[in-house]
């Protein structure tokens, strides 16, 4: 099969055609180079410029301030669970955690094993379909960081603006909403992310952090899990993740120079959304959401149909219909549609047809 699907997969997920063409194009043999990407040395200079560029990039689009360092690492967003309070949680104090999703309930499972954690609040009771408010969260004023999860990829709820933590260093896993709005990167102590929904391929982790912080990392840690030796040796202190850094680097041109910035790509995503959203909304509760609307992930779209029957022919239909991956995580059940920045529009109005096609012949 030649023929691309609609792909709704949570991640690894849908990347930009004229990425995956022009990495098709490179991937015999880089323009000048005689190699292609696989094959060169991290310590060449084409290499060093390909590093270099991403970052670049990266900071153009995401406007980050002077002041903040940028990490390409290994170990998927899963290490940044150790890996944050490892550096950035001193014996004698304690950090808040704010739980909104499976997320957030691993990264405080693993911070527990390294240090002292608060749970600060958290909407398990509700079966993480909202946000906890403001004023509910019980926030320690002397806490080391507060973390929390920008956007729960498999309940699907997200935030639109940071939790206010007022001096308190902000640390948030922003795996599956990174680069997908424009973000205020002076709020935030430390974000990270797994590459593989919005930025690029599995393999990659995009670590951004605010310089004073690398004060706070103890002596002694092991060299590969130290932001400041990390730093130091500017992602390549080891062999970094070549091509997944490479394919980056070409999402972050796409998203600045073919789509023109996180703010059209808001606009791209808030769109799609909402097509998808006022479809389950004027379904007259065939489809019904996860999350309360004011909560709702412009990612990861949450939705249960009548029944788990209809549910299991709802996914098997959808895929042969060429709409793949649409199959909700078990913790959720239902449907989940994930459409990151790469994702077409295109794709969300033919499962909008197709859900109402499905309603009218099973409803
Ligand atoms: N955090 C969030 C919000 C995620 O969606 C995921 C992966 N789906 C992870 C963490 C774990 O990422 P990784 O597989 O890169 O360790």
């Excluded at 590093?51 to 967003?77: M, N, T």
């Excluded at 932001?227 to 999402?251: D, E, H, R, W």
Aim: charged content about 25%; proline content about 6%; some cysteine.
């Amino acid at each position: 099969m030649t023929e691309r699907v609609f792909n709704f997969s949570a991640g690894p997920a849908v990347l930009p055609e004229p990425v995956l063409k022009q990495a098709q194009r490179d991937l015999f043999a880089l323009p000048g180079v005689g190699m292609s990407v696989l094959e060169i040395s991290h310590r060449s200079a084409t290499f060093e410029q390909i590093i270099k560029e991403a970052e670049e990039d990266l900071r153009r689009l995401l406007d980050i301030p002077a002041g903040y360092k940028v990490l390409f690492l290994q170990g998927g967003a899963s290490l940044q669970f150790s890996m944050a309070p490892m550096n950035l949680l001193p014996k004698d104090r304690s950090a808040d955690y704010i739980i909104t999703g499976s997320w957030g309930q691993g990264a405080i499972k693993e911070a527990k094993k390294l240090g002292t954690v608060r749970e600060a609040g958290s909407t398990a009771d509700s079966n993480f379909s909202r946000l906890p408010a403001q004023e509910e969260l019980k926030l320690d004023p002397h806490a080391a960081y507060v973390h929390f999860t920008s956007n729960e990829t498999i309940f699907g709820v997200e935030y639109r603006t940071e939790p206010e933590v007022g001096d308190v260093p902000l640390v948030c896993d922003a795996s599956s909403d990174f680069i997908s709005r424009p973000i205020d990167v002076s709020k935030y102590g430390l974000i990270y992310a797994g590459a593989q929904k919005n930025a690029g391929p599995a393999g990659a982790t995009i670590v951004i952090i605010r310089e004073d912080l690398l004060d706070r990392v103890p002596d002694g840690l092991p060299a590969m899990l130290d932001y400041k030796n990390l730093v130091k040796g500017a992602s390549m202190y080891n062999t970094p993740p070549c091509f997944a850094i490479y394919i980056c680097g070409l999402v972050f041109k796409w998203a600045l120079s073919e789509v023109g910035g996180l703010g059209k790509i808001h606009e791209r995503n808030k769109e799609k959304a909402k097509i998808l959203y006022d479809a389950i909304d004027a379904s007259g509760g065939y489809y019904r959401g996860h999350s309360v609307p004011e909560d709702r992930s412009l990612m990861n779209v949450t939705f249960r149909l009548p029944s788990e029957e209809l549910e299991k022919k709802f996914a098997k239909e959808a895929t042969a219909a060429g709409l793949d991956g649409l199959k909700g995580h078990r913790s959720v059940g239902g449907m989940r549609a994930s459409i990151y920045n790469a994702f077409p529009r295109e794709g969300v109005v033919r499962l909008v047809e197709f859900m109402k096609e499905f309603q009218q012949k099973n409803g």
